[in-house]
């Protein structure tokens, strides 16, 4: 037996199939075939109260080459394509002005004859403005793609209609841009001349500057002076290379003298003074060195020879650094004076490379002042032709290089343009059946009602036991019968698990939800399986079994007071072998008086003295949520059965039930889901649970080993 709980987790459910969906669809079939026909019916009543509306379509082809009579001289302030030209003629062809054309053409009162328009609002006559306004809301036009032709076309109640105002504005339409072609001509004449006369002033202007320039420059010299200052300029940068490798020897020169001894250089060495010097310094120290071996230090001439030594010594150390600190300067003197020579070729160089691009500049001013001299006179060329083109253009004599031309004039149309029926329905099929299974899902998503043991499952967490078919659609009562017997399969297997139940409360969360049927079915199932059973109705307040049986309310339950443990049994009715019933005896509520109650009854006593005669005893007991005593009596029993209708019982009433019996911790035996409809085939049961194949096929195989 399963303790009360409160269904499948959050975020946890039953898998979607696609056939759920169809099931779904199909048990709302009636609100799609209504929603889908009431968009039908209302769109064919549509369809037929409205006008047809026609439409003649006429070919223009439109020339653009035509548009560029100002040539180079406005392309700069309109950047032209092809695409922003159609779509200008495109709104052109829609504007005002050319319906105004139209109703010059036309007479209004014909145009509102065409258009059946009736009388007016307000006035006699239609005003002009307004004519106008309805005719430019029923132009159409269109370019034609990858071509230069436009299609055109006026709405109307009837072709004839549609054809002539098409027609008629068309023709509006070619001298509407006959007439913007002479005034743009005319416009473009006179910039044309302006600009004309300002380009000979600035061609007057530049052939001055270029007689001026030639003058000045000495153009046909140019060239031969500048190649001779090339040829100076490649002698002086090859003096140039010179100088500085002549300065890198000075520089050198100068570094090796800074720093050398005196007496190691040539130019010393090899001076002949210095040399006279360098021999007397050397004799006197050989004389100097031959008498100390002779005399002591201190010997008068041995100190005057020293003295001798160190002015001879000393002049000529003297001398050498002379000659050294002269060769130094002189060699100074030469570095300076090749960097001297090295910039004065610099200076040489530079000057002769500003000549040059002197001479370059006003060669090059020369040929663009030339260049553009000689535009400016082809520019003159063409703008004069084009002035020529423009006036001819201005006289109005251009119907031949008009830019619209009339390709193909409109014909009365065979069929209207709206009301399109078959379109229109089709649509209104396609939308009412989108719309009705819409209306459909949200029907299902706002129904709370329990149709099969899935539902149970996401509400409580009792164990589904079976299901009960409808008796009134499912005409073999077998199949209900092996129902009864799967539930009393379980109601044995019991004795498995735990103490067998042998008092059994059925009962439902509301009235008219079959409880009192599964009992008695139950109970006859039981007895049928040779098991001595007691049915007890304590339903007081809505009696039934009088009518079930076929038998006296009285005596009953109610009329056991006092006598709970002294009950005679064979007081009341038994309907076969096995089967005794005890009605509620008594009638109900009497008017003026107070309810019946089972408040004196001692029911576990009654219940435990039956237990000693029979081995199952049944209760027939109220529904939980109407009146207390099924909460009373299900602390008296070893088990619940809890039965909810397939499409009557609400989750929220199924949920209050439980939630009733998890507060007194009542032992729930399951949940049996009755009167299943197993007849249609959308049915939930009859896609998954295929029982009626199975039962067939049972009972075809028990019928055939009878027969043997």
Same mark, same amino acid.
């Given at each position: 037996m399963?303790?009360?709980?409160? /269904? ?15 099931? =779904?669809?199909?048990?709302?079939? /009636? ?44 392309q ?12 200008? +003629? ?30 007016? %609002? ?21 370019p ?11 709405e109307? @109640? ?26 743009m ?21 530049k ?25 100076q ?12 490798n002549?300065l ?16 190691? *250089? ?26 100390a ?22 002049g000529?150390?003297?001398q050498?650094?002379?000659l050294?600190q002269k060769?130094? +300067? ?32 006003a ?6 002042l ?7 006179r ?7 032709e ?11 004599n ?18 209207? =343009? ?19 299974v ?11 009602k ?6 149970i ?13 409808d ?5 073999d ?6 129902a ?11 004795q498995?698990? /735990? ?7 059925v ?6 939800? /079959? ?28 009696p039934?079994?009088h ?9 009953? *339950? ?27 005896g ?8 107070? %309810? @019946? ?32 005593e ?7 029993v070893q ?21 009733? *019996?998890?507060?007194?911790?009542? @032992?729930?035996l399951?949940?049996v ?21 199975y ?7 028990e019928?055939?080993s009878?027969?043997?």
């Amino acid at each position: 037996m399963e303790r009360p709980g409160n /269904g499948l987790p959050e975020g946890e459910g039953a898998e979607i199939h696609l056939r759920d969906y169809w099931f =779904i669809i199909m048990r709302h079939r /009636g609100v799609v075939v209504a929603t889908t026909l009431l968009a039908v019916f209302l769109t064919g009543l549509w369809v037929l109260v409205q006008k047809p509306v026609y439409r003649a379509l006429a070919a223009i082809e439109v020339r653009p080459e035509r548009f560029d009579i100002g040539g180079p001289i406005f392309q700069p302030m309109m950047p032209f394509t092809v695409e922003t030209f159609m779509n200008t +003629q495109m709104n052109i062809a829609q504007s005002r002005a050319v319906a105004r054309m139209v109703l010059s053409r036309l007479d209004p009162r014909r145009v509102a004859s065409l258009l059946q328009l009736g009388r007016p %609002p307000k006035g006699e006559a239609w005003a002009e403005e307004e004519l106008v306004r309805l005719l430019q809301d029923r132009v159409y036009a269109r370019p034609k793609r990858q071509t230069f032709l436009m299609e055109v076309g006026v709405e109307a @109640p009837s072709p004839e209609a549609s054809a002539v105002l098409t027609n008629t504005w068309v023709e509006s339409l070619i001298e509407f841009n006959r007439q913007m072609e002479i005034q743009m001509s005319q416009t473009t004449g006179e910039a044309l001349t302006e600009q004309i006369q300002r380009l000979q002033r600035s061609i007057a202007e530049k052939e001055a500057q270029l007689a001026r320039l030639a003058q000045t420059a000495q153009v046909q010299v140019l060239d031969q002076q500048i190649n001779v200052a090339k040829q100076q300029m490649e002698t002086i940068n090859q003096r140039i290379l010179e100088a500085q490798n002549e300065l890198v020897e000075k520089l050198a020169h100068l570094r090796r003298v800074q720093t050398s001894a005196p007496e190691t *250089l040539p130019e010393i060495r090899n001076n002949p003074a210095l040399q006279k010097l360098q021999e007397a310094c050397a004799q006197a120290e050989r004389e100097y060195a031959e008498k100390a071996r002779i005399f002591k230090p201190d010997w008068p001439g041995l100190r005057q020879l020293a003295i001798q030594r160190d002015e001879a010594c000393s002049g000529y150390r003297q001398q050498a650094r002379a000659l050294h600190q002269k060769l130094i +300067q002189s060699a100074e003197a030469d570095v300076s004076a090749v960097r001297d020579k090295e910039r004065r070729l610099r200076e040489e160089f530079e000057a002769i490379r500003a000549e040059i691009d002197k001479l370059n500049k006003a060669a090059a001013d020369y040929q663009t002042l030339k260049a553009e001299l000689e535009n400016q006179r082809r520019l003159l060329d063409v703008m004069t032709e084009r002035r020529q083109q423009a006036q001819i253009a201005s006289t109005g004599n251009i119907q031949v290089s008009a830019l619209m031309r009339l390709v193909e004039p409109a014909q009365p149309p065979k069929h209207p =343009i709206r009301p399109r029926r078959l379109l229109s329905l089709t649509l209104a099929l396609i939308l009412g059946l989108m719309g009705g299974v819409g209306l459909a899902f949200v029907l299902h998503h706002l129904d709370n009602k329990i149709y099969s043991h899935e539902d149970i499952r996401q509400v409580v967490s009792y164990p589904f036991l079976t299901f009960i078919p409808d008796m009134e659609k499912e005409k073999d009562a077998r199949i209900v019968q092996n129902a009864f017997r799967l539930l009393q399969g379980y109601v044995w297997m019991t004795q498995n698990s /735990g103490p067998p139940v042998r008092s059994l409360m059925v009962t439902s969360p509301q009235p008219s939800e /079959g409880k009192t049927f599964v009992a008695v079915n139950l109970a006859r199932t039981l007895a049928h399986a040779k098991k001595r059973v007691l049915l007890l109705e304590t339903d007081i307040h809505v009696p039934k079994f009088h009518q079930v049986f076929n038998v006296p309310r009285k005596p009953g *339950l109610l009329d056991l007071r006092g006598q709970e443990a002294t009950v005679a049994w064979d007081l009341f009715p038994a309907i076969d072998e096995y089967l005794v019933v005890v009605p509620s005896g008594a009638t109900g509520r009497r008017s003026g008086g107070t %309810p @019946p109650s089972l408040e004196n009854l001692d029911m576990r006593r009654l219940i435990q003295r039956a237990l000693e005669t029979f081995d199952y005893v049944l209760l027939d007991t109220p529904p939980i949520l109407a009146v207390p005593e099924a909460l009373q009596l299900a602390r008296d029993v070893q088990s619940i059965l809890l039965v909810v209708q397939s499409g009557y019982t609400t989750r929220p009433a199924l949920q209050m039930a439980a939630e009733q *019996l998890a507060r007194i911790e009542a @032992p729930v035996l399951g949940v049996v889901l009755n009167r299943v409809d197993l007849t249609s085939k959308y049915s939930y049961y009859t896609y998954y649970y295929p029982y009626r194949y199975y039962y067939s096929y049972y009972f075809r195989s028990e019928e055939s080993s009878k027969r043997e």
